[in-house]
């Protein structure tokens, strides 16, 4: 979308135009309920967490200034919301979390036996439990720029730190992830040092393939 063409979107959604809003994030919305998912319980939560932080950033929409890139303010409202809501979840007994469902509506293809698929949901399944297990900073760092492929520079303006901020919060995160896919119990500081046998970028490989 050009640039002109955004912005007087924008202006049309911001002076209440629903089908503007619509248009404007419909090409977010897969990303926003992916990056809901490290934040939920199950995917009926994630559904529930993306609809809410997309209600507040229609509420919000006015007080886009266009001083930054809309696809950044958006993804840091967004945080936000997620942030806040795994926030008011502290306190509550981790045995009521429901682990993430296998996808038993993916029919394997010929070239795909059933039980690599099951496997591979299975992998899946492991990769958003273990995710939602980091403390929230290393989180949204990794789903951000592992998962939903953001660059270094896009990552920072999200989050409001600098880059060199986000490259250690994506290798502490990487590495107390390999602990967790490990079965190992997680380190008490995250500044230990990684996992051996499983390097930053196969981490990195891990996660995105999580969602193929």
Known sequence: MENDELRALITEAQDGSVRAFEILVSSHLSQVRRFARAFARSDADADDLAQEALVKVYKSL????????????????????????????????????EPLPVDHSRVPSSAEPADEGLARAEVRQRMWY?????????????????????????????????????????????????????GERMPDSPSRGGAEGTSDSAVSSHVRGSEK
């Open 130 to 182: 273990a995710l939602r297990e980091l403390p929230t900073e290393f989180r949204t760092a990794v789903v951000l720029f592992d998962v939903e492929g953001h660059t270094y520079d896009e990552v920072a303006a999200i989050e409001g730190v600098p880059v060199g901020t986000v490259k250690s919060r994506l290798s502490r995160g990487r590495t107390l992830l390999r602990t967790l896919l490990a």
């Open 62 to 97: 006015r007080s886009f200034r266009f001083q930054s890139a809309f696809k950044t303010w958006l993804y840091a409202l967004v945080r936000n919301v997620f942030i806040d809501a795994a926030r008011s979840r502290v306190g509550r007994e981790r045995s009521l979390e």
